[in-house]
């Protein structure tokens, strides 16, 4: 069985506004929803658990139903971080092959993507997707640039990002010591590389995008719109 933790309890505050970016709606349909759809639809899934704000956890299990969404079985309240998000969506699974963690945010993934990563995933044990980086990158102290670095060789880390259920709940493990180490976790890639187990790159669409600023909700229209037609 494979299980998909969808996180989305963030407070959204860079969008402005007062309500967090994944309860927005595009056409019609809050982000979340989309993306909790995307994973309904991927075969490759049978549970889904999604993390949200605690006051918006009462009611949401009826909403979902609305929508159509069969497969959701737990929603949980969320943590401090994301990273803390994720480990309370993992608090929840008790029995998985594979666990599939996805930005609550990124409502343009496919089902298609969702199957290869999680396939990845299953033969080798950990996959995340990725998308190529399409400017140069420079790394910068203070106004100063004092590098570039190799573009061939840099990929943007989407989400889902997949792995087996015993690699992820190890990885969690350092969670509060790299925390307390003032590190930002922003990823559950960065927890598994630091066990040293091989991650494959599945290379993704740029259309996954993450909502989080104001100009990713018009890009997220366009998209949505592009989509319905089918292109
Ligand atoms: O903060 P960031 O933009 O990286 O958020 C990525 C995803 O993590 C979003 O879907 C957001 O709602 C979620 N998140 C969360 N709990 C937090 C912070 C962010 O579930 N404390």
């Given at each position: 069985?494979?299980?998909?933790i969808?996180?989305?309890a963030?407070?959204?505050?860079?969008?402005?506004?007062n309500?967090p970016?994944?309860?927005?709606e595009?056409?019609?349909?809050p982000?979340i929803?989309?993306?909790?759809?995307?994973f309904?639809?991927?075969?490759d899934?049978?549970?889904i658990?999604?993390?949200?704000?605690?006051?918006?956890t009462?009611?949401?299990?009826?909403?979902?139903k609305?929508f159509?969404l069969?497969?959701?079985?737990?929603v949980v309240?969320?943590?401090?971080?994301r990273?803390?998000?994720?480990?309370?969506?993992?608090a929840a699974i008790?029995?998985?092959?594979?666990v599939a963690?996805?930005?609550g945010v990124r409502?343009?993934?496919t089902?298609?993507?969702?199957?290869?990563v999680?396939?990845a995933a299953?033969?080798?044990?950990?996959?995340?997707?990725v998308?190529?980086?399409?400017d140069?990158?420079?790394?910068?102290?203070?106004?100063?640039?004092v590098?570039t670095?190799t573009?061939?060789?840099?990929?943007r880390?989407l989400?889902?990002?997949?792995f087996?259920l015993?690699?992820?709940?190890?990885a969690y493990?350092?969670?509060d010591?790299a925390?307390?180490?003032?590190?930002?976790?922003?990823?559950?890639s960065?927890?598994?590389?630091?066990?040293g187990?091989?991650?494959?790159?599945v290379e993704?669409?740029?259309?996954?995008?993450?909502?989080?600023?104001?100009e990713?909700?018009t890009?997220a229209?366009?998209?949505?719109?592009?989509?319905v037609?089918?292109?």
């Amino acid at each position: 069985m494979n299980v998909a933790i969808v996180v989305a309890a963030g407070s959204g505050t860079r969008l402005g506004g007062n309500r967090p970016k994944q309860f927005l709606e595009l056409g019609g349909v809050p982000i979340i929803i989309h993306a909790l759809r995307q994973f309904e639809r991927c075969h490759d899934i049978n549970e889904i658990v999604t993390v949200l704000p605690a006051e918006a956890t009462a009611g949401f299990s009826s909403q979902a139903k609305a929508f159509g969404l069969r497969k959701l079985s737990r929603v949980v309240a969320g943590g401090e971080t994301r990273a803390q998000s994720v480990r309370h969506g993992l608090a929840a699974i008790s029995d998985a092959e594979i666990v599939a963690v996805h930005d609550g945010v990124r409502p343009f993934v496919t089902p298609e993507e969702i199957a290869r990563v999680v396939q990845a995933a299953k033969a080798s044990g950990a996959a995340v997707l990725v998308a190529p980086v399409a400017d140069t990158i420079k790394e910068v102290e203070g106004n100063r640039i004092v590098r570039t670095v190799t573009r061939s060789s840099l990929r943007r880390a989407l989400t889902p990002q997949c792995f087996r259920l015993e690699i992820l709940q190890r990885a969690y493990e350092a969670l509060d010591q790299a925390e307390a180490a003032g590190v930002e976790v922003t990823d559950e890639s960065f927890l598994v590389e630091r066990l040293g187990v091989e991650i494959v790159a599945v290379e993704g669409s740029a259309r996954n995008i993450k909502i989080t600023r104001e100009e990713d909700l018009t890009l997220a229209e366009a998209i949505l719109e592009s989509v319905v037609r089918g292109q």
